[in-house]
């Protein structure tokens, strides 16, 4: 098949974008949406052209490298899915897609469609770990954990921080990402004693680096290639709201 | 040189103890007086910077990703090997290290092996301690579940996500260590080539990939922890942007390269659909628990599955191996598919798959059951074949998964240039001709987070470090020799681009250097390697600028690094006429077509030393001594 593609060129930080028009012809069902885009470079570097830069590494969904807008989605229209693992099965022949970078200001694009996500980075440097220094871990088996609460703290630890919830909600909030954090933290044992500075450290960050605050959308839910849930927002909003009593105290 | 391993001495469970009391030790108020550059933040690289700077160094962390929490490690399902024998079935140190010397077919060092199983407890702990979501029972132990073929029950898992659960554990722990003040991160940058001054390793000469700009950084000893070279292939499992860059330009300089032909192929991977293909997807090979691998008995067979009557199917494990049946080891798994597929019996469009059937295990057990344990495999498995394992049977093929060959380490995890360690699955490893499922997150951790500790701090405290500045002359020659090979690249401006010479040299490595090698094969892929060499710097396209995000050139310079590695994963092929684990000479099997050993001759690790691209490299030997375990022909009929 033939897919017509408008992409979101941009040289580098400081230059100014544009939408490019392309064609990409003997599209085959088969391959992902970044196979396809592989074909078009191909035919770019053949031509002695600049090719679309994108970000991915895994290819299976799991290392959280890819990711841009397709028509206006984040990762495109299969719920759960990177756009890794978006197959061209999913599209007509002769269909008509407009891809774009992430876009917020908390990820400045570095070049076409990769952006600058480090600012997740330094929101896990804020407190997204537990304070222990390898060596002498006690067992193990000490550490009991009800098997609902692995589950759930397992549900939140999935985050890929692609940064999808980012792009799709109208804040720009990183609030989907910064709560999977804090809850798989938050839920376990091993997480309760920094639980409130870790929030408080968390959430100051987030909001530190220009990322938007929630209000409750759910878009970033909706888009989210792991499901997480936003659940895990509200039972950061509480953690947080504790930890601001505690710091009066 | 004879290569000295410098095991330590004494009975085998007691070495590691011994060594660790007989190492130097520095002193905590100046560690932060030496430097350390590691390079990967995968699994090693990470628990290693992050351990390293717990201590008290001065680390500085490289990477080639966005961020230090995208290795390739993150994509490992299966699990981790832990002796902790918590299902009371019979599993102790001693047992893992027997499995593993035994998985291996007799060629890793005994005493490495058993290092890698006393440390393997501690690993579980740790992790669970940094919060890492492992399974749990119902009563809040720590589950586990048996895996690729052990008898055991040793394998600690989280869901289907292990590697990515335990590289966010240790990233977490390395995030932590940047907002100290230990640990320097420097992600999007490529490291280019080692600096030796003096003989040691004090520098590396990196790209950042964002402005293209050629950095120099200085340190006391220099860390690859960069991964394995299994997207010399072109196809496999890695990620896009694995490559063998790191480990090479270190070979280049010194490092010697061991068993690079002992390379893993995976028996349950998503087949290839056509040339677009990026990678190869695999399967956890739980898979082989429940489904039953058959193919057609008569040659080219093109009915429909579900037409071709039971009487007229081959379970040709099942009938081989009847005693382990589909649960036969990797390596063996493998090469009966390659064989069955040569014989003309493969199935799907290319011929070069053979079915895995749920249709009796979902008939004796229910789909639901069948849902419950591999529900999240076959949605993939659907989402990428557009095709219902629960209702007809999954096509599978192999592909190149893992690579047990690498630098060649003593038992400090020290390549041949002084200060250069090498971690997790870029040194040649603890593995020997084959790995066994759920170790290699063991054995990346253990290096990264209870080896190195011990080990750097003897070299650091046991050695004196000239005072060096990146201005030095060895900086100067390194950076220059870089910038020349990117120039070079950048004004080819031939009509290939680098992915169609990448997709040729992995077809002739598959094809030649794959499941089974014989001597004419290797020979033959010896001769073109170099013509493929010479085309690709003559003929190669490379746009796009050289002060920014290139991708493309990236790529490139990874490419022309497999073109000049191939030819010692293809000598190394050659050189070594027996087959064992991952390397399987046609040459060398019992009458039954079995892998046969061949251990008057080759009971050593090769390591090679370079000697000029295109030249003969020379190769050392590192006897194998077997103390504690007597090898035997593996059989698992």
Redesign the interface.
């Known amino acids: 098949m033939r897919i017509h593609l408008k992409i979101w060129r941009q040289?580098?930080p400081n230059a100014s974008g544009r939408l490019v028009d392309y064609t990409v012809e003997d599209v085959?069902?088969?391959?992902?949406f970044?196979?396809?885009l592989?074909?078009l470079?191909?035919g770019?570097?053949?031509r002695?052209?600049?090719?679309v830069?994108f970000?991915?590494?895994?290819?299976?969904g799991?290392?959280?490298?890819c990711g841009f807008l397709v028509d206006g989605v984040a990762h495109g229209p299969d719920p759960g899915?990177t756009v890794c693992?978006l197959?061209m099965?999913r599209f007509d022949n002769n269909d008509r897609l407009t891809l774009e970078p992430w876009r917020a200001r908390a990820f400045p694009i570095?070049?076409d469609l990769?952006v600058?996500?480090?600012a997740?980075?330094r929101i896990?440097?804020?407190?997204?770990?537990?304070?222990?220094?390898?060596?002498g871990?006690?067992?193990?088996?000490a550490?009991?954990?009800?098997?609902p609460t692995?589950e759930k703290?397992?549900d939140s630890?999935?985050c890929?921080?692609c940064g999808a919830c980012v792009a799709a909600c109208k804040n720009a909030s990183a609030a989907l990402f910064t709560s999977a954090k804090l809850n798989?933290?938050g839920l376990?044992p091993?997480?309760q004693v920094e639980r409130y500075t870790r929030a408080a450290a968390m959430v100051q960050r987030h909001d530190a680096e220009g990322f938007g605050s929630c209000s409750n959308e759910g878009e970033c839910e909706a888009v989210c290639p792991k499901e997480i849930s936003i659940t895990n927002i509200a039972r950061m909003n509480r953690d947080y709201f504790r930890a601001m009593l505690i710091s009066r105290e | 040189m004879p290569l000295d391993a410098k095991i330590p001495g004494g009975p085998l469970a007691e070495k590691w103890d011994r060594h660790r009391f007989e190492s130097k030790l520095v002193n905590p108020a100046n560690r932060r007086k030496y430097t350390v550059i590691v390079v990967g933040t995968g699994l090693a690289g990470a628990s290693a910077a992050s351990s390293l700077g717990e201590l008290g160094y001065n680390v500085l962390s490289f990477c080639i990703h966005d961020s230090p929490r995208r290795a390739h490690s993150i994509a490992a399902q299966g699990g981790i090997n832990a002796a902790k024998n918590y299902q009371n079935d019979g599993d102790s140190i001693q047992r893992l290290f027997y499995d593993t010397i035994k998985g291996g077919d007799y060629r890793s060092r005994e005493a490495n092996v058993y290092r890698l199983a006393q440390l393997s407890v501690n690993i579980i702990d740790q992790c669970v301690a940094q919060g890492v979501p492992f399974a749990r029972e119902y009563g809040g132990l720590l589950d586990n579940r048996s895996f690729g073929g052990a008898q055991v029950s040793r394998t600690f898992y989280a869901r289907g996500q292990t590697g990515q659960q335990l590289l966010l554990g240790a990233y977490q722990s390395m995030m932590r260590q940047v907002h100290r003040g230990t640990v320097t991160s420097l992600p999007n940058r490529e490291m280019l080539d080692i600096v030796l001054v003096k003989g040691q390793a004090r520098g590396i000469i990196c790209r950042n990939l964002l402005t293209g700009a050629i950095e120099r950084y200085a340190g006391h000893a220099v860390l690859v922890c960069t991964g394995g070279y299994g997207t010399a292939y072109y196809l496999s499992t890695n990620a896009v942007n694995s490559n063998v860059t790191a480990a090479w330009r270190a070979h280049k300089r010194g490092a010697y390269f061991a068993n690079p032909c002992y390379t893993q192929i995976h028996p349950t991977c998503i087949p290839v659909s056509g040339t677009h293909q990026s990678k190869l997807t695999l399967m956890s090979e739980s898979l082989r628990n429940d489904g039953r691998v058959w193919v057609p008995k008569k040659p080219d067979d093109k009915r429909r599955p579900e037409q071709i009557p039971e009487t007229e199917r081959d379970y040709y494990l099942e009938r081989r191996y009847p005693s382990f049946g589909n649960l036969v080891p990797r390596d063996v798994a493998s090469r009966n598919a390659k064989s069955v597929c040569d014989e003309g019996r493969g199935v799907g469009d290319s011929g070069l798959a053979v079915y895995l059937d749920f249709g009796d295990a979902i008939k004796r057990l229910g789909e639901d059951v069948i849902r419950m344990r591999y529900g999240n495999l076959f949605d993939m498995y659907k989402k990428i074949t557009d095709e219902d394992p629960y209702r007809m049977p999954m096509r599978i093929f192999p592909a190149i998964h893992y690579t047990m060959g690498g630098l060649w380490v003593d038992y400090n995890l020290m390549s041949t240039i002084p200060g250069l360690h090498v971690l997790g699955e870029a040194n040649f490893s603890d593995h020997g001709a084959n790995r066994l499922g759920a170790s290699a997150l063991m054995q990346g951790l253990a290096d990264g987070y209870f080896v190195i500790p011990y080990t750097l701090a003897h070299y650091l405290g046991s050695h004196s470090f000239p005072a060096v500045s990146t201005e030095d002359e060895a900086f100067r020659e390194a950076e220059s020799t870089v910038q020349a090979r990117i120039d070079t690249l950048l004004t080819v401006k031939g009509s290939k681009t680098p992915r169609q010479l990448h997709r040729e040299l992995g077809q002739l490595l598959w094809n030649e250097v794959g499941m089974a090698r014989n001597d004419a094969g290797l020979r033959r892929t010896l001769e073109r390697i170099p013509q493929l060499r010479d085309e690709f710097w003559q003929n190669v396209s490379v746009p796009g600028p050289k002060n920014n995000l290139n991708k493309n050139l990236e790529y490139a310079g990874r490419v022309a690094d497999y073109l000049e590695f191939a030819e010692v994963l293809t000598l190394d092929a050659l050189h070594r006429t027996e087959s064992c684990g991952g390397h399987f000479r046609e040459e060398s099997q019992t009458p039954d077509g079995e892998a046969l050993r061949d251990d008057e001759h080759f009971t050593y690790a090769a390591a090679w030393e370079f000697h000029g691209v295109g030249k003969p490299p020379m190769l050392h030997r590192e006897p194998l001594a077997f103390e504690y375990v007597k090898p035997s022909q593996r059989s698992y009929k």
Do not use: W
Request: glycine share 10%; aromatic share 2%.
């Open positions: 040289a580098g085959s069902p088969d391959m992902s970044l196979e396809m592989d074909v470079n191909e770019l570097i053949a002695g052209e600049d090719p830069a970000d991915s590494d895994c290819r299976e799991i290392c959280g490298a899915t693992q197959h099965r570095i070049k990769v600058d996500r480090s997740f980075d896990i440097q804020a407190g997204g770990y537990t304070s222990i220094n390898v060596g871990a006690q067992d193990g088996n550490i009991l954990i009800p098997k692995a703290a397992m630890a999935a890929i921080a798989h933290l376990l091993q997480g």
